[in-house]
């Protein structure tokens, strides 16, 4: 299996601030994908943003954007002019190439102050 | 609106006893995927299907069973094998290895 780690539990930002969240992975595969979910207080899992591991260039998605690192294995997201609906549980998670698994990680809770 | 329904939203089951999750999606994907999550915690995955009458087991596939009759469907049902079933429940589907949309969720809890 896969290894995604989340090194921060918990982080706080002030509201229009922005917040970087670490995503750390552990794979010997070079064809993969790594996503961001948002689990916001309803439970619900919202994809926030994808990558392929074989674009260099960093994905993003309006005030989400990732700073992907392969040699590093790193895919940290940053929450930019960071609003009070931001406030959620988010999760990095991995996929395979070949496969249909996603990894998860522990995931790391941002609250956002007013 | 396509998407991804799960039922019931709570449920409670009692010792000894086997319940089941329904899953259902209009979103003609092809793959479906079962995960608990428990608090605090990420996401493990119980069970997937990648095409109708074929399932795999996921991480944590003991206690649990599934079925793949219809590509809308795929229910998971909780047996009396499984002693910590306390948890939140995500049904997700995807089309080939795209995202994975999920559900709303099921609690279930033990009474």
């Known amino acids: 299996a896969q290894t995604v780690t989340q090194s921060q539990p918990e982080m706080s930002v002030q509201e229009a601030e922005t917040v970087t969240l670490s995503c750390t992975y552990d794979t010997s595969e070079s064809n993969y994908y790594l996503f961001w979910y948002k689990q916001p207080p309803s439970r619900q899992m919202i994809l926030v943003i994808r990558q392929e591991a074989y674009k260099q260039q960093n994905a993003t998605e309006n005030r989400f954007s990732v700073n992907f690192q392969k040699a590093a294995k790193s895919f940290s997201l940053k929450i930019s002019d960071s609003q009070l609906g931001d406030t959620a549980m988010y999760f990095c998670?991995?996929?395979?190439?070949?496969?249909?698994?996603?990894?998860f990680g522990a995931g790391t809770t941002v609250t956002v102050r007013a | 609106d396509g998407g991804i329904t799960q039922s019931p939203k709570y449920l409670f089951r009692k010792e000894g006893q086997n319940v089941t999750l329904s899953c259902e999606q209009n979103l003609n994907h092809d793959a479906m995927y079962w995960y608990r999550q428990d608090p605090g915690q990420g996401l493990r995955l119980i069970y997937y299907s990648q095409i109708v009458n074929d399932f795999q087991k996921g991480d944590i596939a003991e206690g649990y069973s599934v079925s793949r009759e219809k590509k809308e469907s795929f229910p998971l049902t909780v047996t009396s094998a499984q002693k910590n079933p306390t948890a939140f429940y995500l049904c997700?589907?995807?089309?080939?290895?795209?995202?994975?949309?999920f559900g709303d969720g099921t609690r279930l809890s033990i009474l």
């Open positions: 998670a991995f996929m395979k190439g070949n496969d249909y698994k996603l990894s």
């Open positions: 997700a589907s995807s089309s080939d290895r795209g995202p994975q949309h």
